[in-house]
C-alpha cells in the first residue's frame, strides 16, 4: 500500500467514496509506518469528496471519521506540524452526519465518543470498553505502588467516554500507557499504529501527559526501577499540563 500511494494523486479524480473511505481507514491503520506529509497531503486532496457527497452509507462515514481523527491526532502529537483546522472542519461534518445515529456496533460507538471528545460535542452516547489487565501492566503498577505508597493509582479508568487508560495518576494527571505488541504495526514496538495515536492524542487533548513504557522493556524484572524512577522525577518536578513521552530507554 505505501508503494502505490504515489499514484492516488494522480488518479483521484477516479475514486469513489467508498473507495476514498476504504483508503482514508487503512492509510491511518498504518499509523507512523506513512510518513506524515504523504498523509496529511492524500487525505487533504480526498477527504473534501466524501464530505460534498450527499449520499454515503454509515459505513463509510464511520470509516472516513475515524481516519480523518486520527491523521489530525497525528498532526497533533508533532510539535513542528501544520495546523489541522481543515481536517477538523470536515471531522465536525462527518460527526454531524451521525448526530441522529445509535449504531448498535461497539467500535462505531466508540467512533462517535472519540469524535465528540475530540471537538468538544456533548457524547450522544457511552461506549462499551472491555477491559483486560496484562501482567506486565500489574506487576508495574505494584511496583510503582511499593515505591511510592501514598501515590494514588486508578487502573482502567475511562476519562470523558474514552478508551480506558492502563494507569491513572489522578493527583498528577498523568496516565501511564503499558503499550504491548497489538499497539504497534508489526510488533516491532517501535512504529505506532493509529487507534495507539489516537488514544494518546485524545488522552492529551483531554489535559493529561501520557507515558508511554513498552512491554518489552519490562519483561525483565529488574528493568522496572529506572522507569519507576524518572516517573517519580517527573511527578516531583513536572507541573501539571498534557503531553506525551515514550519511555524507550529511561537512561
Known sequence: MVALLPNVRAQKAHFKPQGIANLLWAMAKLGELVELNVVTSIFKSLVHKISETPQLSQQDIFMSLWGVMVCCARLSLVSNATTNNVLEKHMDDLFTRLENTSPDNEKDQRIIAMAASWLGRPCPIVPHYQTTISKPQSDFRDQLQSCMPSLQIEEEKSLN????????????NMVIEIQGPSHYVSN????????????????????????????NQLWNPGLMKPYIDKIKTRINTTPQGHGSESFNNPE
Open 188 to 215: 516491532d514496538f517501535k512504529i505506532r499504529n493509529g487507534s495507539t495515536l489516537l488514544k494518546i492524542a485524545l488522552l492529551q487533548k483531554a489535559g493529561f501527559e501520557v507515558i508511554e513504557i513498552p512491554v
Open 161 to 172: 467516554s474514552l478508551p480506558p487508560a492502563d494507569l491513572l495518576l489522578p493527583d498528577h
